[in-house]
């Protein structure tokens, strides 16, 4: 930009902190289109379809739903205007493109970008077919229309290498355009320019549309400029480089830099001044041709970089009399449209791009993801009140637009879209990034404010010139000042005596000659007199010219001096300007490096923000698995608690009951023993016979159990829990009944030889009795214990949940005292004895699931089952 616009446009806005809700400043979202382009084959599948002037409808494709399961989502989008396959060129500019213009002329700042796919007709939309120009010519003719008659003369304005622009005196420019004029190669006047016929077709517009309030008080110029953003790289495209058929100079990549009002522009971009459509255009196609496009599966000619076609337009106004332009660079108003063409968003596993087209297409992706990052974070802090940085930098496409973002102008996007099944996915993520676009707004721009000379001078000032050159066309030329000479010298000649008669008609006459002798002595003393006044008013003019030639020397001495002091000034800042040009360039070197290492640092803070929350979610898994563990093993250490404490239950119960067992013992031996001592010895023990010998065994076997064992026993029987309960006591046919004592006893019980369903439903417990014979040849009998459930399908199942284990054992493998009274028993009598009479016995204890009450008790039982 150029200094006219420190006091035109502010300094560019930063992002508030405050709220979306607080900010004050007037604001207008981004402005979103969309355009179909046709199919390129008749039948071929569709997979976008136009609902309304604002919607469009894409849904996948029938091969789509195979391969994503089923899934079949038909997904609406809006924009701010849609346009259909059968709209003209010049309906989407009046639209989209004309108010852009208008705004250009009145010093505003657009920016109009077209996004889509490889193939959507991103290229045919801004540049155009022949017979059909696009949005680029429109904006070129529309722009000369306006300002056509108000042009400036070349060289007029003159840019500078810093964004700015000059004003020139005419005779500057007079010089500059003879220059031009003297080149090798002369220009072709603009009128007599011969239109390449291969875009004449693109350029031939018949609308003629002009912008309407145009500044008729200033004068206009317009330069035209047009780079490439090629993998990351800027390429002047307008650059002339000399052609070296032994040693060809590649093109040199530029630098962005931010001029005094913080807008970005391109060092060393050729600016080109242009005074006609054609001229511009044929700048534009000799840029075009340089442009980088390449062959790939999916574009005939697919665009491998982005373009940008910058258009800046310079006004100033006239003087007061309105036929010069005003020298003050503060009065400069500098304006520019840039129309960006960017390369297409593709995938390379179907363009089936290898080497070089590749990293193109690496590096296309990358900077349309910076754009939609930067889109993101603008939004986000728009929305939500954040201040998070914009990454402009992470791409030379986003550096060099970001002051249009900041609030430097308008924004509008045309959204082109490919409705071909085939690129379903890449046009549903570029519909997703344009709806997130709509919600980011710009600081809408402010006006120009005005100047305070008179409106209309360009035209009273020409009105006045032609009323002129028609008076002197009329007097056949310039006559006044002819007329004005003559009459001053009748009026000297009227001062002197006329000359009286000077006929001689008769020789006598002596009149004549003295009136004629007298007349003219008059005239001479007149003559004198006049001569002497005119010598006193040369020697007064003389005495005026020296003093004032002396006041001029003096006044040169002074002015010299003056200059003098201003030639060390300037010198002085001359010296200073350089030492500041070093150390600006000093300053940009470090601002490179700091750039540089500022990356490297964003870079690794990523890296490093990525690993902290990979740390961050490993931790916080570890954290979660040694809280699952500390369960896990809490569960264990209380099951382990209950488990033992019940195995020491068992054991105390145990070891009491081998307590009371023992004590009974010896208590039965000193029974025994006192009978032996108290027996009379005098007396002989006579034989017994056999009969009386069993009679008295048979005595001795039923004699009384301990006592302290039968209440532990009892303590734990559970048939007096199920007594108020229904059973169904299930003994098949072939069970032998036992003699044993103690017999399973179960009341209110409905005895069956098979289960049946009428039976289970009568009935809320369920006892089946099992015999087999053991390994040491007795009969073992089981009772298999059930609780019997209702069934959703009203039926019964019986859940088994305990076994008991009834066990009678023979005592034919032990011997026995032929008699009682025996005078020598052996020291172990008592103990036989009572060996026999506990071997004799039949014991049939029940027991719960798991516990056990030592030796002498036979348990056998299984775990109680879970419901499944």
């Not at 391969?67 to 809006?78: A, C, L, S």
């Not at 072939?734 to 369903?757: K, L, R």
Request: with cysteine.
């Amino acid at each position: 930009m150029n200094d006219s616009q420190q006091w035109i446009r502010t300094k560019t806005p930063r992002k508030p902190v405050l709220k979306k809700s607080s900010n004050t400043s007037l604001k207008d979202p981004v402005g979103v289109y969309c355009r179909v382009r046709p199919l390129s084959v008749q039948d071929q599948e569709c997979c976008i379809e136009v609902i309304s002037e604002t919607t469009v409808q894409i849904h996948p494709p029938d091969g789509y739903r195979i391969f994503r399961n089923g899934e079949y989502r038909e997904t609406q989008y809006t924009f701010k205007e849609v346009f259909g396959t059968l709209v003209t060129q010049k309906v989407l500019f009046d639209v989209v493109a004309r108010p852009l213009v208008e705004d250009l002329i009145h010093g505003k700042n657009g920016l109009l970008f077209t996004y889509g796919v490889t193939g959507s007709g991103k290229t045919h939309t801004m540049t155009g077919s022949p017979g059909d120009g696009g949005l680029l010519p429109r904006c070129l003719d529309m722009i000369f229309n306006s300002i056509g008659p108000f042009q400036a003369k070349r060289f007029v304005f003159k840019v500078d290498d810093k964004n700015g622009v000059d004003v020139q005196c005419e005779v500057d420019a007079l010089l500059e355009r003879q220059k031009r004029d003297a080149m090798p190669i002369p220009k072709t006047p603009s009128g007599k320019r011969q239109i390449d016929p291969e875009f004449a077709d693109m350029i031939s517009v018949r609308d003629h549309c002009k912008a309407e309030e145009v500044e008729e008080d200033s004068v206009y110029s317009v330069f035209v400029s047009y780079i490439e953003i090629y993998n990351n790289y800027i390429y002047d495209l307008l650059e002339e480089i000399p052609f070296d058929p032994i040693k060809p100079k590649p093109p040199q990549s530029k630098v962005l830099r931010e001029d005094q009002n913080h807008n970005m522009y391109v060092i060393g971009c050729t600016e080109v001044e242009v005074k006609s459509t054609e001229e511009a255009f044929e700048v534009f196609w000799r840029g075009q041709k340089k442009r980088r496009i390449a062959n790939t599966q999916l574009n005939r000619e697919s665009s491998r970089s982005h373009s940008v076609f910058m258009i800046k337009l310079a006004q100033a106004p006239l003087d007061a009399d309105g036929d010069n332009v005003l020298q003050e660079r503060e009065q400069i108003t500098l304006s520019q449209l840039s129309l960006v063409d960017l390369a297409g968003s593709e995938r390379t596993n179907r363009t089936k791009a290898e080497g070089n087209r590749l990293r193109e297409a690496g590096n296309i992706n990358q900077s349309l993801m910076t754009l939609r990052t930067c889109i993101e974070v603008l939004r986000e802090n728009q929305m939500y009140g954040t201040n998070k940085m914009v990454p402009y930098r992470d791409s030379k496409l986003t550096h060099l637009f970001k002051n249009y973002f900041d609030g430097e102008g308008k924004v509008r996007m045309i959204v082109c879209v490919n409705p071909k099944a085939e690129d379903y996915e890449e046009s549903l993520q570029v519909m997703r990034f344009a709806e997130m676009t709509q919600e980011v707004e710009v600081a809408r721009p402010v006006d120009k404010p005005l100047f305070g000379l008179t409106p209309g001078r360009r035209f009273r000032n020409q009105a006045f010139k032609d009323e002129l050159s028609r008076k002197l066309e009329i007097r056949g030329g310039p006559i006044s000042g002819e007329t004005q000479e003559q009459s001053v010298a009748e009026m000297l000649l009227q001062n002197f005596p006329p000359l009286p008669s000077c006929e001689l008609l008769d020789v006598n006459d002596d009149q004549t000659l003295p009136r004629l002798i007298e007349v003219l002595e008059k005239r001479h003393r007149m003559r004198q007199m006049l001569s002497e006044e005119f010598t006193k008013n040369v020697l007064a003019f003389k005495t005026m010219l020296q003093e004032f030639d002396s006041s001029i020397v003096s006044k040169e001495n002074y002015a010299q001096g003056k200059l003098t002091e201003k030639e060390k000034i300037i010198a002085g800042q001359k010296m200073e300007i350089e030492r500041l040009e070093k150390k600006t360039k000093t300053l940009e070197y470090k601002i490179e490096i700091l750039e540089k290492t500022t990356t490297i640092y964003e870079e690794d803070k990523r890296n490093l923000q990525q690993e902290l929350e990979s740390k961050s979610q490993k931790l916080q898994r570890q954290a979660s698995d040694k809280r699952r563990l500390e369960a896990r093993l809490q569960g264990m250490v209380t099951e382990t608690t209950m488990k033992w404490e019940k195995e020491c239950e068992r054991r105390v119960a145990a070891k009491q009951l081998e307590m009371q067992n023992k004590l009974w013992v010896k208590d039965e031996k000193l029974k025994q023993l006192k009978a032996i001592v108290t027996e009379p010895k005098n007396e002989k023990p006579e034989r017994p016979s056999r009969e009386k010998d069993r009679e008295k065994a048979f005595q001795r076997s039923v004699s009384p159990p301990p006592a302290p064992t039968a209440p532990p026993v009892r303590l734990r029987h559970r048939r007096s829990r199920s007594a108020g309960e229904r059973w169904v006591d299930h003994k098949p046919p072939s069970n032998v009944p036992t003699e044993t004592v103690m017999q399973p006893h179960v009341p209110h019980a409905i005895t069956v030889a098979a289960a049946n369903e009428k039976a289970l439903a009568k009935c809320d417990k369920y006892m089946l009795t099992h015999q087999e014979l053991a390994s040491d040849g007795e009969i073992e009998t089981k009772l298999i214990k059930g609780d019997v459930y209702r069934t959703r399908g009203g039926g019964q199942a019986v859940q088994f949940t305990d076994i008991e284990t009834l066990k009678q054992e023979s005592p034919t493998g032990r011997k026995r005292r032929s008699s009682p009274s025996s005078p020598t028993p052996p020291e172990d009598a008592a103990e036989s004895e009572w060996t026999d009479v506990e071997t004799r016995c039949s014991v049939a204890v029940e027991m719960r699931a798991g516990s056990s009450l030592g030796p002498g008790y036979q348990h056998h039982a299984q775990p109680k089952r879970r419901k499944p």
